[in-house]
């Protein structure tokens, strides 16, 4: 089957500006998640969404950071404005309902300068 | 804007010897564990899960090992390949969350 995809890989932007990044899930998995790895750190869990609904986003700034998942299938992740701290890599992952086990994407490496 | 992280533990060990990675978890009601292998410029992938009424599992060239008695897992990897450079971390399930650890460094000497 295929992988979580996501998009861009990679990005580079200056502070205050915004940014979006995509995720598609594997087909078939309700649950989606987006982590938040700083370099040299375990990823953090930045929100997660059972089909189109949001489970927990107790970790996500909220003042900065938004997320949606309209169709309960792609997810945009969104951060506006952009801070330095903000520079880390951000991972998709998805499960099945009730499901352990999470597969996650490859990452998108945003850079803030 | 430079990025700032911590300094992951590393082990170094020779291609065909065993490679132990050791790992302390926070929460003594987490019911479920999970060892991910993480290769540079890639998502974390699935090696292993361990369920906290088990103390051993096994699987194909690897073996986790719980203690729950000082919350301390370990993962060992048998016959260490090159292909197994990577950075491993322990995560655990808590409140319905997937909780990473640090991460160990593992290099692979030919």
């Known amino acids: 089957e295929a992988g979580v995809a996501q998009s861009p890989r990679y990005k580079i932007i200056e502070k205050r500006q915004s940014v979006a990044f995509w995720c598609n899930p594997i087909s078939g998995h309700a649950t989606l998640y987006w982590y938040q790895q700083i370099l040299g750190q375990g990823p953090k869990l930045l929100i997660q969404?059972?089909?189109?609904?949001?489970?927990?986003d107790s970790q996500l700034p909220k003042d900065r950071f938004s997320a949606e998942r309209l169709k309960g299938v792609d997810s945009t992740l969104k951060i506006q404005p952009a801070k330095l701290e903000d520079s880390a890599v951000y991972l998709c992952?998805?499960?099945?309902?009730?499901?352990?086990?999470?597969?996650f994407g490859p990452g998108t490496r945003l850079t803030v300068l | 804007g430079e990025s700032v992280g911590l300094h992951l533990p590393t082990l170094s060990v020779q291609e065909g010897d065993n490679s132990i990675i050791n790992c302390a978890y926070s929460n003594s009601a987490s019911d479920y564990f999970i060892w991910y292998k993480q290769e540079s410029g890639k998502g974390p992938q699935f090696i292993i899960d361990i369920r906290s009424n088990m103390d051993k599992r096994q699987g194909q060239r690897v073996t986790v090992l719980l203690n729950k008695t000082v919350k301390h897992l370990s993962l060992q990897i048998a016959a260490t390949q090159p292909g197994d450079s990577a950075v491993y971390f322990c995560?655990?399930?808590?409140?319905?969350?997937?909780?990473f650890g640090q991460g160990t460094e593992l290099s692979v000497k030919p």
């Open positions: 969404f059972q089909n189109n609904g949001v489970v927990d």
């Open positions: 992952a998805s499960s099945r309902t009730g499901g352990n086990e999470q597969f």
């Open positions: 995560a655990e399930i808590w409140g319905g969350k997937l909780i």
